[in-house]
């Protein structure tokens, strides 16, 4: 058995740039590879969590009852539960359209939105049911940490996970707390 | 002349007759977290952000006057906490999304939260709706950033003489209104070069076609923190200008 921590991520309403951006920590994966595996992630292809894992790293925010459904299965296999990036913590710019009925979105985009073809709203019955509004994670799920950031960099993660495997309380200092 | 003071966390600052304990501590160089104060208007102490314990008792710091016998207690974790509340009430109760707005490293909200170490809302988020005005042809007035601050009413009124902008509505209600008779700022007395157009800490009046002219990593809180930045504008005795 090893004794790495277990490590997961995954994405909702997001642009997948929390990922991008973790994955900018660079060479400084294989240290952090020493010290913990990925369990779930787009980054193995794993599918789905182990029964538990320790740490769970989620970006992007609940724009479908599919990210309802994926948030609350990950919260469920996640010791500790890591909103990351703008999205997961106030519905960033999905959360935009929240002002806007969702009827008159999706008509300015499959009917009426410049240069559409053969107008029609997708209603294919696979497609996830969109919510009225956008969420933050934490108005569904218990979270445990935010890293914010549009996406929080590579910096962000780098802290945030050593302070985590040295045992250490995470905190972000000053210079790495940006909103953008 | 007898020599009055204060004492701010300890320290002791000398204050004049008329000094409010913002008006001292800043010349002390002494940052006071603020969003509605700026010592070229009249303080309005709307925000809250400057509460300090003066005494044992909250007081706003721009608009208390400073008196001989204050202790003041301004950098606390008790009042670090109730300024990092009210910042993430601030932020839930507009539309703030930091990654797409121009005004985003130059906005002192997005700086105080950097300051007070806000690190999300922690609040269920309003997302109001608010009527977004781009009929001026130099000007833009996005009132889902509007803090309700006052300053652009406060410089309409008194540094433009103008009185194009005043606060409407009462609670959840509350909005910025034009003065004019369409209400639309293209039909207000609104310039491009007015103070009024300049002042707004937050991007809900912004100049356009001046949008992202620093790039990230040059921007003004990207240079300085808000404590450095606000105090080197404010000390300044005349002629401070805004972001």
């Known amino acids: 058995m090893s004794n790495k921590i277990k490590v997961a991520t995954t994405s909702l309403a997001g642009c997948f740039g929390c990922h991008m951006s973790f994955l900018d920590i660079d060479e400084r994966i294989l240290d952090l590879a020493e010290v913990a595996e990925f369990d779930r992630s787009p980054i193995t292809d794993i599918?789905?969590?182990?029964?538990?894992?320790?740490?769970?790293?989620?970006?992007?925010?609940?724009?479908n009852a599919e990210n309802v459904h994926t948030l609350r299965e990950f919260r469920e296999h996640c010791k500790i539960l890591v909103a990351v990036g703008a999205c997961a913590i106030n519905g960033g710019i999905p959360a935009m359209r929240n002002h806007i009925p969702l009827e008159e979105c999706l008509e300015e985009a499959y009917l009426h939105g410049v240069g559409v073809e053969n107008p029609r709203i997708p209603d294919d019955p696979e497609?996830?049911?969109?919510?009225?509004?956008?969420?933050?994670?934490?108005?569904?799920?218990?979270?445990?940490?935010?890293?914010?950031?549009?996406?929080p960099s590579a910096d962000v993660f780098w802290k945030f996970l050593t302070d985590l495997a040295s045992g250490r309380e995470p905190s972000l200092p000053y210079e790495l707390v940006h909103y953008d | 002349m007898s020599i009055h003071t204060i004492s701010i966390d300890g320290q002791t600052v000398p204050f004049e007759d008329g000094d409010t304990v913002m008006s001292?501590?800043?010349?002390?160089?002494?940052?006071?977290?603020?969003?509605?104060?700026?010592?070229?208007?009249?303080?309005?102490?709307?925000?809250?952000?400057?509460?300090?314990?003066?005494?044992?008792?909250?007081?706003?710091?721009?608009?208390?006057?400073?008196?001989?016998?204050?202790?003041v207690l301004n950098n606390t974790p008790e009042l670090t906490e109730l300024r990092r509340t009210i910042t993430q009430m601030l932020f839930v109760e507009g539309n703030h999304f930091c990654p797409s707005c121009e005004k985003s490293g130059n906005c002192q909200l997005q700086a105080v939260g950097y300051h007070l170490n806000m690190l999300d809302g922690h609040f269920p988020h309003f997302y109001p709706s608010r009527e977004v005005d781009a009929s001026h042809p130099d000007i833009l007035l996005d009132r889902d950033r509007c803090i309700y601050c006052e300053l652009c009413v406060r410089a309409s009124r008194e540094?433009?003489?103008?009185?194009?902008?005043?606060?409407?509505?009462?609670?959840?209600?509350?909005?910025?209104?034009?003065?004019?008779?369409?209400?639309?700022?293209?039909?207000?007395?609104?310039?491009?070069?007015?103070?009024?157009?300049?002042?707004?800490?937050?991007?809900?009046?912004?100049?356009?076609?001046?949008?992202?002219?620093?790039?990230?990593?040059?921007?003004?809180?990207?240079?300085?923190?808000?404590?450095?930045?606000?105090?080197?504008?404010?000390?300044?005795?005349?002629?401070?200008?805004?972001?």
């Open chain 1, 127 to 151: 497609l996830p049911l969109l919510l009225n509004k956008v969420h933050p994670i934490h108005e569904v799920v218990k979270v445990d940490y935010v890293l914010p950031g549009c996406p």
């Open chain 1, 47 to 63: 599918k789905h969590c182990s029964d538990k894992v320790d740490i769970g790293l989620i970006e992007g925010g609940l724009c």
């Open chain 2, 159 to 243: 540094a433009d003489g103008k009185n194009v902008f005043a606060i409407a509505g009462r609670g959840v209600l509350n909005h910025l209104v034009v003065n004019s008779a369409s209400g639309l700022l293209k039909d207000s007395d609104l310039q491009a070069s007015d103070k009024a157009a300049d002042v707004c800490p937050v991007g809900a009046i912004l100049v356009k076609r001046h949008g992202f002219e620093a790039p990230i990593g040059a921007r003004i809180y990207d240079r300085q923190t808000l404590a450095e930045a606000s105090l080197a504008r404010e000390m300044r005795p005349e002629g401070a200008e805004n972001e």
């Open chain 2, 24 to 71: 001292a501590a800043t010349r002390a160089g002494i940052y006071i977290p603020h969003l509605c104060h700026n010592p070229e208007f009249t303080p309005h102490g709307s925000c809250k952000l400057c509460t300090v314990k003066v005494n044992g008792r909250n007081c706003t710091a721009c608009t208390f006057p400073a008196d001989e016998d204050q202790t």
